[in-house]
C-alpha cells in the first residue's frame, strides 16, 4: 500500500501554496473512496511513527472503518497533497438524527447529531509537522460545516496531546467536556463550539461552492479565514 495520490488535479482543491517551513508546494482536497489505501497507510504511519507513550493519541482504524465513513453521503475527508503524496488527513462526519457513539466511531455528542459537525481522525506526516497544516484542516473544516447549516462543531482529543487540543482552543473552540473514550478508554477531551448565526452568514457569502474547469484541473475553492473571527466573538 502506498500514500500516493495520482489524481490530484482532478479534485476538489480548498486551498493551495507552500509549507512556510519545508517550502513545498500542497493542495488541500477533498478526499475520495479511491485514496482509502493513502488514507490508510498515512493512518497507519502516524501512528507506527508516534512513541509508545503517545500511540493512543490516534485510534487503530480497521479499513472498514473508512469505507464506512464515505459510505455516509453527507461525510467527506480532506488531505493536503505534496509531491503526489497524502501528507495529512481528517475525516469530517455529519451525523444523522438518532445517531449515537456507537455508529460514529465513538464520538459522544453534545448537541443534536443533525445539527452537529465532528472532525476524526486527524493525523499529519511526522516529517510534515510545525507547517501549520492542522491549523488550515480545522479552519476549512469550521467553514464546510457552517456552509452544511452544521452550527455544532467537535473533536474528541487525547488530554496528554496538547500538540492538537491547542490547535482547537487557538481556532476558537473551547473545551466543553471530558470522558473516558469508550473505544479504548482513553481519557479525552471534548473540544467544541457553538457557531452563532451571524457570524455564519459571513462565512457563507464569502465563500463560493466548488466549481470545474474546462481542463479538469484541481479548482481553487475561495474560503475565507472564520478562524481569527471565532477567536474574537466569545461563544456559548
Ligand atoms: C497534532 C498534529 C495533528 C498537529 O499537526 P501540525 O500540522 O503539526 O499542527 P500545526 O503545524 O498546525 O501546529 C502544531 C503546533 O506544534 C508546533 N510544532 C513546532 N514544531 C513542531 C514539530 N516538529 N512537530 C510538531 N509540531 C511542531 C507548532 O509550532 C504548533 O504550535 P503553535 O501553534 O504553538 O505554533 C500532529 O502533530 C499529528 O499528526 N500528531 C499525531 C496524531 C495526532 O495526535 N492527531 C490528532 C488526533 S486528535
Known amino acids: 500500500m502506498s500514500a500516493e495520490i495520482s489524481d490530484v488535479n482532478g479534485l476538489v482543491c480548498l486551498e493551495s501554496g507552500s509549507l512556510p517551513v519545508r517550502g513545498d508546494h500542497y493542495s488541500l482536497?477533498?478526499?475520495?473512496?479511491?485514496?482509502?489505501?493513502?488514507?490508510?497507510?498515512?493512518?497507519?504511519t502516524v501512528i507506527e511513527r508516534l512513541p509508545d507513550d503517545q500511540k493512543s493519541f490516534v485510534l487503530a482504524r480497521p479499513e472498514s472503518y473508512f469505507h464506512a465513513h464515505f459510505a455516509r453521503s453527507i461525510s467527506v475527508a480532506m488531505g493536503v497533497v505534496c509531491n503526489s503524496n497524502l501528507v495529512a488527513k481528517c475525516l469530517i462526519v455529519h451525523p444523522?438524527?438518532?445517531e449515537t457513539a456507537a455508529d460514529l466511531g465513538g464520538a459522544i455528542l453534545h448537541s443534536a447529531p443533525?445539527?452537529?459537525?465532528?472532525?476524526?481522525?486527524?493525523?499529519?506526516?511526522?516529517?510534515?509537522?510545525?507547517?501549520?497544516i492542522m491549523n488550515m484542516m480545522i479552519r476549512h473544516w469550521l467553514n464546510h460545516a457552517v456552509r452544511h447549516g452544521r452550527m455544532h462543531v467537535l473533536a474528541e482529543i487525547e488530554t496528554r496531546n496538547k500538540q492538537s487540543w491547542s490547535?482547537?482552543?487557538?481556532?476558537?473552540?473551547?473545551?466543553?467536556?471530558?470522558?473516558?473514550?469508550?473505544?479504548?478508554?482513553?481519557?479525552?477531551?471534548?473540544?467544541?463550539?457553538?457557531?452563532?448565526?451571524?457570524?455564519?452568514?459571513d462565512f457563507t457569502s464569502a465563500t463560493q461552492a466548488p466549481d470545474s474547469d474546462a481542463t479538469g484541473n484541481c479548482v481553487i475553492m475561495a474560503v475565507n479565514k472564520p478562524t481569527d473571527k471565532l477567536k474574537a466573538t466569545p461563544l456559548h
Open 114 to 132: 443533525e445539527q452537529t459537525s465532528i472532525m476524526q481522525s486527524a493525523t499529519v506526516h511526522p516529517d510534515f509537522r510545525g507547517n501549520g
Open 29 to 44: 482536497v477533498l478526499l475520495q473512496t479511491q485514496h482509502i489505501d493513502a488514507i490508510k497507510t498515512l493512518h497507519e
Open 96 to 98: 444523522r438524527a438518532g
Open 167 to 201: 490547535q482547537f482552543l487557538k481556532a476558537g473552540l473551547n473545551i466543553i467536556g471530558a470522558h473516558k473514550s469508550p473505544v479504548d478508554g482513553a481519557s479525552v477531551y471534548n473540544a467544541g463550539e457553538r457557531i452563532k448565526l451571524t457570524l455564519a452568514k
